[in-house]
């Protein structure tokens, strides 16, 4: 571990086991990154980050962990078994894309070299758009040659395999059978790479005077999709650029790169989506959105800057060129402009409200109106509180309004917004539960099987009609309290599955937390714990749920250890959840002894609530075989309960 960190970190050594250096995920000048490689595992004690290698990796690359770990296999020289055979047949297909997708860059970028025409005419553009040929091959530019068969040619020399070509686009087919042709021809070609370098993609720059001016590669779902790559992240990346400054094409990248601003990466010709801003928050606290006059004011535009509102973390401010200019012209004619519009970028939440005032006459009530609701909307989307309540102070400012009536304001849109958000999941959760049988644990359907249910549990059979609410009381929705009044009984919602327990009981998911802890700084009760019939199904379901079932499947092979946890997970909450339980660990002053010892309540805990809600279920459904089902679970509660820990995990 300490040889891998030392590749992005200057490590010191303070003692057998203890290493210090400047943490690579914050900006920091005294050491406070700290390593215990006996252990596997890192701390900063300024940030707060810590894991094992993998999440390291994870971090500092900003890789999910599947290919983290075949990084880190990689590097040890260990060859990855699948689990599954459909896995092992996706990852070969990734490595075959991988592998092609960088086979066609090098033969484009070798053709662009080469002592061809198609060679001579690419090197004439780049010469005329200023492009030296050190920035060339530093973003591998290339040529794809005029011709139908260059690319095809070119496989067969090198055993490329023709159908991955197809697959990515770069050869087509006029109907099934036929011969292949290059889709590329004639065009000055930027490979598209992803943060880590590797090719996913082409786009083509026309040398001829095609209508197309640029024509890129298809879309290919799970590997190449527009909206998650930004062009010259990796440049940037490497570069350790402070902030992301994003424009529209490949040539307001290259430009910019060429002169010493490599913060200039490129959207691809799509509006800065939430993925991209998300991938961009991996390596900067903030982005720079540049536009000339016409793009920023787009209705398009303002909705997709809206939605980077509430991305979390990441600053995002909006920056405008004059009409008509792209940031390559900008860089090559004009630098000090280019740098005043960057120097004068507006925040993203002022530029928005900003253009919902263009047309309206904000000294007018209507137009006043409709300037505040709309950045009503807008501050109803960030999900940082400090950074919520200064923006609403400035808008307040700006307006003129009490910040009081704003933030009721705002509550309330909280609240429709939520309202639509359950209202939405009530209808997909009717969806998904109106088939006979049910198939999910505990969920159940009304009698008669089609019958749709309302929100509160009971029919709408009746279709706002007199006989509706009649139904419902017959059936037995309605009962007596103990004043002798009648009332709604309060049931489950009948089209959806049983809630897990916990789910509206944080201080149940904390107290898992901390057992998890305990179990990984006690690798040895844990163990005993696995013979005693303890297990992940004493969990919620969720990350709480999935780290255990990593802690006691280690357990039960006697080789736990918090760093080895890590590496059985893969759904990303249950790796944060992990990551941030090994940060925190500190067997020499917890009493992680004292903690285990409420696993026996945790799982007693788990059952008497289950038992509940099952006996609940069955007064309230009249579905004879869920019925039947439900009652067979609750005898085996029953039992579990009265016979204890192993008697309830042989059950």
Same mark, same amino acid.
């Not at 689990?83 to 090098?106: I, V």
């Not at 799970?222 to 650029?241: H, P, T, V």
């Not at 923006?391 to 639509?420: H, I």
């Not at 509160?456 to 139904?471: I, V, W």
């Given at each position: ?42 701390? =900063?004690?300024?940030?707060?980050? %810590? ?272 009409? %008509? ?74 307006? %003129? ?129 696995? %013979? ?11 990350? =709480? ?107």
């Amino acid at each position: 571990m300490v040889a891998l960190v030392s590749e992005y970190v200057q490590l010191k050594r303070r003692g057998p086991d203890d290493f210090w250096g400047c943490c690579p995920f914050h900006d920091e000048k005294s050491p406070s990154f700290h390593i215990r490689p006996e252990r596997g595992v890192y701390k =900063c004690f300024g940030c707060g980050k %810590g894991g094992d290698v993998f999440r390291f990796v994870e971090e500092v690359e900003g890789l999910p962990f599947r290919e983290a770990l075949e990084r880190l296999a990689s590097r040890a020289g260990v060859e990855l078994e699948a689990a599954t055979p459909q896995e092992r047949e996706r990852r070969a297909q990734r490595e075959a894309w991988f592998r092609t997708s960088a086979l066609a860059a090098e033969f484009f970028e070798n053709t662009l070299w080469s002592q061809t025409p198609a060679g001579e005419i690419g090197r004439k553009t780049l010469e005329e758009r200023g492009i030296t040929e050190e920035t060339a091959r530093a973003f591998g530019i290339g040529v794809s040659p005029d011709g139908w068969d260059g690319l095809l040619r070119e496989a067969h020399n090198r055993n490329l395999p023709i159908q991955a070509l197809l697959d990515l686009g770069l050869l087509r087919q006029k109907g099934p059978g036929s011969k292949p042709y290059d889709f590329f021809r004639n065009r000055l070609m930027f490979p598209i790479k992803d943060e880590q370098g590797k090719v996913r993609g082409f786009g083509g720059r026309t040398l001829d005077g095609d209508e197309r001016k640029y024509v890129n590669s298809p879309e290919v779902p799970g590997f190449y999709e527009k909206r998650q790559i930004l062009y010259g992240l990796d440049a940037a990346r490497k570069a350790r650029a402070k902030r992301l400054v994003v424009v529209e094409g490949y040539m307001d990248v290259v430009i910019p790169h060429q002169v010493g601003q490599t913060e200039f990466v490129a959207a691809l010709g799509t509006a800065f989506t939430i993925e991209q801003a998300k991938l961009a928050k991996r390596y900067v606290d903030e982005v720079v959105l540049l536009f000339d006059g016409d793009e920023a004011g787009a209705a398009a535009t303002l909705k997709a800057l809206a939605n980077l509102v509430g991305v979390e973390g990441l600053s995002v401010r909006v920056a405008r060129l004059p009409k %008509g200019m792209d940031p390559d012209e900008a860089v090559q004619e004009n630098p000090e402009l280019l740098s005043q519009a960057l120097e004068s970028a507006e925040d993203l939440i002022g530029f928005v409200i900003a253009q919902a005032m263009v047309g309206y006459d904000s000294a007018t009530g209507a137009g006043r109106r409709r300037v505040v609701e709309a950045s009503i909307r807008l501050l109803a989307r960030i999900p940082d509180r400090i950074r919520l309540f200064q923006e609403l102070g400035v808008v307040a400012q700006r307006f %003129g309004l009490p910040e009081q009536v704003l933030r009721d304001a705002m509550s309330t849109e909280k609240q429709n917004v939520a309202r639509g958000e359950q209202t939405r999941r009530d209808r997909a959760a009717r969806r998904g539960g109106g088939q006979q049988g049910g198939g999910q644990q505990g969920g159940f359907q009304p009698q008669g099987g089609g019958r749709s249910q309302g929100r509160d549990g009971y029919s709408n059979s009746g279709g706002g009609k007199k006989g509706g609410f009649k139904k419902d009381f017959k059936k037995g929705s309605f009962t007596k309290n103990k004043d002798g009044k009648w009332v709604k009984k309060e049931v489950e919602h009948a089209a959806g599955p049983l809630r897990p327990l916990g789910s509206d009981r944080p201080a149940a998911i904390v107290r898992e937390e901390y057992l998890l802890e305990a179990l990984m700084g006690m690798p040895e009760v844990a163990t005993r714990l696995v %013979g005693e019939g303890y297990g992940p199904q004493d969990f919620n379901p969720g990350p =709480c749920q999935r780290v255990a079932g990593a802690i006691f499947a280690l357990a039960a092979e006697n080789r736990l250890q918090a760093a080895t946890v890590m590496g059985l997970l893969e759904e990303p909450r249950a790796r944060d959840l992990c990551a941030r339980l090994i940060g925190r660990m500190d067997a020499e002053n917890k009493n992680y002894e004292r903690e285990l010892s409420g696993m026996a309540a945790l799982r007693t805990a788990r059952l008497r609530a289950r038992q509940e809600e099952v006996s609940r279920t069955i007064r309230a459904t009249h579905d004879k075989e869920t019925k039947t089902r439900l009652l067979a679970e609750l005898t085996r509660l029953r039992a579990q309960l009265q016979q204890g820990p192993v008697a309830a995990e042989a059950h």
